[in-house]
């Protein structure tokens, strides 16, 4: 196996762990709720408060420890609606609740407002924001809506969206025929031709995700290869196939390869047709987005 295949497997089998130390305790830049706003506080009864048991995934880009957890544990439980638009969320209450600092609280909210699921305004406090203010192509959005009670219009709009956004990328890709990313999709294919062969998901969908990733960002467009750590996301989206690309196959395997090829003979119809396959091997998706027509 080469070194590159067993980089991949090695990082697809390490865990993240440790905790960061929560920091310092500070003042919150957040205003007191009054009185009346506290009616409508939520109340945590039934909340895991030990965050180290919360999350389905490492925390990733939100950073590890309790900031990262405390991230996860509330944009899941906004998402999901335990948090319903315009909820007032009491810093102070939420410390107590995760038994975390008023740091931690605070840069976690931050974050959450970022992703536009809260709001904090002076003297108002921060709220729960409506669905119609969060960015939905937020992956970690895009993952918490995939396990919450939206799971299959997630599953159906992210199946849209890549019809939408990989055949045009393939496309464009045939025309940047650079050796060292035609080299890399290649070994792409090989780690998950191997990683089938040894019964290994998870880094049959590692080395998928990078496929696809690197596809969309060498197709040229600037706001295409924006658009890809939507793909990764709805690539790490575990749960009923939606595309040739969720469970590995001989199929999905035979597709990828055939896009390589098209690439490399710089194709680019052959390549898009290739991609369009692949986004429809299973019948799922045949109900969401029109199987390739013959010409």
Request: aromatic share 4%; hydrophobic share 40%; with cysteine.
């Amino acid at each position: 196996m080469s070194t590159l295949a067993h980089t991949m497997m090695t990082a697809a089998r390490s865990a993240d762990s440790g905790m960061t130390n929560p920091g310092e305790l500070d003042r919150y830049p957040y205003a007191e709720a009054s009185a009346v706003d506290r009616v409508g506080t939520p109340a945590w009864e039934g909340v895991e408060p030990e965050l180290g048991r919360v999350g389905r995934r490492a925390a990733g880009s939100r950073g590890r420890g309790l900031h990262g957890q405390l991230i996860q544990q509330l944009g899941q439980m906004i998402v999901s609606g335990d948090l319903g638009a315009d909820r007032p969320l009491v810093p102070e209450e939420i410390g107590q609740r995760f038994e975390v600092s008023r740091t931690v609280v605070r840069e976690s909210l931050r974050v959450l407002e970022a992703k536009g699921l809260v709001s904090a305004r002076p003297n108002v406090g921060t709220r729960v924001r409506p669905v119609s203010d969060w960015n939905l192509l937020d992956p970690d959005i895009i993952e918490w809506r995939a396990f919450g009670p939206q799971r299959d219009d997630q599953r159906r709009e992210l199946s849209e969206l890549r019809w939408t956004i990989e055949p045009l990328a393939a496309r464009l890709a045939a025309g940047h025929g650079r050796e060292d990313v035609q080299q890399r999709l290649s070994d792409m294919v090989g780690i998950m031709s191997h990683a089938m062969g040894q019964g290994d998901a998870l880094t049959f969908s590692r080395a998928d995700a990078e496929f696809h990733t690197l596809l969309i960002q060498v197709a040229g467009n600037r706001m295409l290869e924006h658009l890809s750590g939507i793909v990764s996301a709805a690539l790490q989206v575990s749960g009923g196939p939606v595309t040739g690309c969720d469970r590995p196959n001989d199929a999905s395997l035979a597709q990828h390869g055939r896009i390589v090829d098209a690439l490399a003979a710089g194709d680019g119809a052959a390549a898009e047709a290739a991609m369009r396959q692949l986004l429809t091997v299973h019948p799922e998706v045949e109900r969401v987005v029109p199987a390739p027509r013959e010409h």
